[in-house]
T-cell receptor, first 112, second 113 residues
Framework: DQQVKQNSPSLSVQEGRISILNCDYT??????FLWYKKYPAEGPTFLIS?????DKNEDGRFTVFLNKSAKHLSLHIVPSQPGDSAVYFC???????????FGKGTKLSVKP | DAGVIQSPRHEVTEMGQEVTLRCKPI?????LFWYRQTMMRGLELLIY????????DSGMPEDRFSAKMPNASFSTLKIQPSEPRDSAVYFC???????????FGSGTRLTVV
């Protein structure tokens, strides 16, 4: 049973527009969430995180929104750049989990 | 800090052979994780250690897989005997523990022919 779901395997966006990546989770005990970015032939790298006590966290072009009632979080990238093309993983942790649970990833393609 | 170091970067082996993947975590990180990435399952946790002790190995697919962490600066993931379905990218990650995230290595791409 997947506790963290990224239902869109891929997303294509025009350069300069907004990219919105979505993630749903089932365990209400998760108390922190993270987004990782992965380029081909590299390991995932940490991008941004949010605690369950917040509903928004912003870092430059990247903003993560958390809707606890819907058990949903999203990553907004504005404006999108071709260098943002990568696979984005959503992850959740806390509660009884001693480790992060990752979604399957969404491949973002930003076209010039 | 050089980050999490994994070796080898690529490994091609014949079915039935033993394969050993190596990982050096970031100094001071007390948790170490082994993940496998495949198209079907995404990032799949195999096993993790806290303070060199295995905490959860429920993700290890079969008895053919084993992992050790003899000290705080080194871990191995061994597959014996290897099979073609083990072909994947294997990542090691380390962490200071919640709520900190993980730092991943560059991965080992394993191909079993």
């Amino acid at each position: 049973d997947q506790q963290v779901k990224q239902n869109s395997p891929s997303l294509s966006v025009q350069e300069g527009r907004i990219s919105i990546l979505n993630c749903d989770y089932t365990n209400s005990m998760f108390d922190y969430f993270l987004w990782y970015k992965k380029y081909p032939a590299e390991g995932p790298t940490f991008l941004i995180s949010i605690s369950s006590i917040k509903d928004k966290n912003e870092d430059g072009r990247f903003t993560v929104f958390l809707n606890k009632s819907a058990k949903h979080l999203s990553l907004h990238i504005v404006p999108s750049q071709p260098g943002d093309s990568a696979v984005y993983f959503c992850a959740a942790g806390g509660g009884s989990q001693g480790n992060l649970i990752f979604g399957k990833g969404t491949k973002l393609s930003v076209k010039p | 800090d050089a980050g999490v170091i994994q070796s080898p970067r690529h490994e091609v082996t014949e079915m039935g052979q033993e394969v050993t993947l190596r990982c050096k975590p970031i100094s001071g990180h007390n948790s170490l994780f082994w993940y496998r990435q495949t198209m079907m399952r995404g990032l799949e946790l195999l096993i993790y250690f806290n303070n060199n002790v295995p905490i959860d190995d429920s993700g290890m697919p079969e008895d053919r897989f084993s992992a050790k962490m003899p000290n705080a600066s080194f871990s191995t993931l061994k597959i014996q005997p290897s099979e073609p379905r083990d072909s994947a990218v294997y990542f090691c990650a380390s962490s200071q523990g919640p709520p900190y995230g993980y730092t991943f290595g560059s991965g080992t791409r394993l191909t079993v022919v």
